[in-house]
């Protein structure tokens, strides 16, 4: 596909998954944040409550949802004030919830005639609040969308980047006649990885806390099934822990072809191999093929084998820098690429090559 199609494709990542991360992730947890610093300096202040509410909001669904609305009547240094809030936490609940709870406390206050303790922001008289406790769960669920969106938005900015970059487009033929190096790093996955952990967990947790409020308030009931999610998202970061140890141990290999007509290359280790590895091991098991394969379509999943060479299968000795290959691979047509899989101390590298000529 064309470069720019696929910009515009990105540029439509780029720009709305920052935008969604920044109303949905980083402004409510910016509020959560300054909230909390306030917080910090607040006196209790001795109050009436001047009004309560209960506010009600419809969804779309005629789904009923709650929010406590308040005012107090307090002195502070002298000065009479009418004004304030239940909580800093306005988001409208369902019935049962931390609004509720908020909502009966205050009317029975309100009904007997009895002082209740707000805290008053000394700078600012006028700002008081009932209850400064922060909801957690505001920060929970805000901090998927600042981590996940935002982190996909940059990734989209840094693809398109790299779309444009001078000289993508040159074959491997064209670099070695201006005698430039053509080096390339390896893929591991280990990043995607990571990231699917990350997304996973941040969007469980908050799934198994809700479940857990709902098993204290009605009994023990299908909820619990959300708790398998976190469980799994568990042994994500097993498995995402494992594989950066494996990734660690091998250190990071480089690629870097020297010669066209038959594909001459070097495989450079940094670390040596085996430098990272207990000291009696003196033999590592290294194995290194040539693919040709051919781009994922539509209706495929991953993509599809045309031809295969074994490079290297077996041990080799610790403390190597530098494994040489020659290959005579059939030549790249329209849609396909040549690609070189390492495995080396449990750790699989790929590295996908320009086009030959």
């Excluded at 970061?237 to 072809?257: D, K, S, Y």
Aim: aromatic fraction near 12%; glycine fraction near 8%; charge should be positive.
């Amino acid at each position: 596909m064309d470069r720019l199609p696929l910009t515009l494709i990105a540029l439509v990542f780029a720009i709305l998954f920052p935008l969604v991360g920044f109303l949905f992730g980083l402004q409510p947890l910016y509020e959560h944040g300054q909230n909390w610093w306030r917080s910090r300096t607040s006196v209790a202040v001795a109050a009436r409550v001047e009004t309560l509410e209960r506010a009600e909001h419809l969804s779309r669904k005629r789904i009923a949802t709650y929010r406590t609305k308040a005012t107090f009547r307090y002195t502070f240094e002298g000065r009479q004030f009418v004004g304030g809030q239940a909580s800093f936490y306005e988001t409208p609940e369902l019935h049962g919830g931390f609004q509720d709870q908020l909502y009966d406390e205050l009317r029975i206050s309100q009904q007997r005639q009895s002082l209740v303790d707000i805290w008053v922001d000394p700078s600012h008289p006028e700002r008081a609040v009932f209850n400064r406790t922060l909801n957690s769960e505001t920060a929970v669920w805000s901090l998927p969308f600042a981590l996940l969106f935002n982190g996909l938005g940059l990734a989209a900015w840094v693809y398109i980047v790299n779309l444009w970059r001078p000289g993508r487009n040159k074959t491997m033929a064209d670099r070695l006649r201006e005698g430039r190096q053509i080096l390339i790093k390896g893929a591991d996955g280990t990043a995607l990885l990571f990231v699917f952990a990350l997304a996973w967990n941040s969007f469980s947790w908050p799934f198994a806390t809700i479940a857990l409020e709902h098993i204290r308030a009605n009994g023990l009931s299908l909820a619990a099934i959300a708790f398998l999610f976190p469980i799994a998202g568990l042994g994500l970061i097993l498995l995402t822990w494992l594989q950066f140890r494996n990734r660690w141990l091998a250190g990071r290999p480089v690629l870097e072809i020297t010669g066209l007509s038959p594909l001459r290359g070097s495989i450079h280790f940094s670390p040596a191999i085996g430098q990272r590895s207990p000291p009696l091991e003196l033999m590592h098991h290294v194995s290194i093929s040539l693919r040709l394969v051919k781009g994922v379509r539509s209706g495929q999943k991953k993509p599809i084998k045309i031809w295969e060479h074994c490079l290297q299968d077996g041990p080799v000795a610790r403390g190597t820098k530098v494994l040489d290959f020659v290959a005579g691979p059939p030549r790249e047509r329209m849609g396909e690429e040549l690609e070189l899989v390492l495995e080396l101390a449990g750790a699989n590298y790929s590295f996908h090559l320009p086009r030959s000529r």
